[in-house]
T-cell receptor, first 112, second 114 residues
């Protein structure tokens, strides 16, 4: 089955700095890669996603890049703010309606 | 904006008891899922459901688990005989049309088995 590895497990940055979280996946059939943000005790919330026919996608301060050949994808957050502090999970899926296979999460702390 | 809802928010049960966790997916969505998250760990897939049948399930989803869509709005997860290791947050999710990849999660039900 699909195995998603995520690094780092914790990340601490100063407000205004950039944060990068990286994931690798094992199944070449995966073609959908979402990122979820989970605040303490809350539901995972979809913040950005990318499909395999696209190499990069950006939404304001958040961007995701995908390298299908190397089987890795990354989340980039620029101009970080304290409210960005949360656990971020990457995931991979083969198709719509299929299981999301999650990474172990990155706990991001943005200090003022 | 429509959201997935789940009840109850917290369920405490004794080992060996049956529990039913309930979910109301977003109304026009066609695919439904259950995931679980043990405290401090990653989200794990349990099962997906489409067109009134299971479309995919993980190794976790053994004979103790079942899902049902008893009516046009609810989606339930039943655990027949709970074990201590079933203690986790259980999330329901739904996604829309056939080419819609995005899965939207409910707020979760925290299940505590004593």
């Amino acid at each position: 089955g699909e195995n998603v590895e995520q690094h780092p497990s914790t990340l601490s940055v100063q407000e205004g700095d950039s944060a990068v979280i990286k994931c690798t996946y094992s199944d070449s059939a995966s073609n959908y890669f979402p990122w979820y943000k989970q605040e303490l005790g809350k539901r995972p919330q979809l913040i950005i996603d990318i499909r395999s026919n696209v190499g990069e996608k950006k939404d304001q301060r958040i961007a995701v890049t995908l390298n299908k050949t190397a089987k890795h994808f990354s989340l980039h957050i620029t101009e970080t703010q304290p409210e960005d502090s949360a656990v971020y999970f990457c995931a991979a899926s083969e198709n719509s309606g299929y299981a999301l296979n999650f990474g172990k999460g990155t706990s991001l702390l943005v200090t003022p | 904006e429509p959201e997935v809802t789940q009840t109850p928010s917290h369920q405490v049960t004794q080992m060996g008891q049956e529990v039913i966790l309930r979910c109301v997916p977003i109304s026009n969505h066609l695919y439904f899922y259950w995931y679980r998250q043990i405290l401090g760990q990653k989200v794990e897939f349990l099962v997906s459901f489409y067109n009134n049948e299971i479309s995919e399930k993980s190794e976790i989803f053994d004979d103790q688990f079942s899902v049902e869509r008893p009516d046009g709005s609810n989606f339930t997860l039943k655990i027949r005989s709970t074990k201590l290791e079933d203690s986790a947050m259980y999330f329901c999710a739904s996604s829309g049309l056939a080419l819609s990849y995005e899965q939207y999660f409910g707020p979760g039900t925290r299940l505590t088995v004593t």
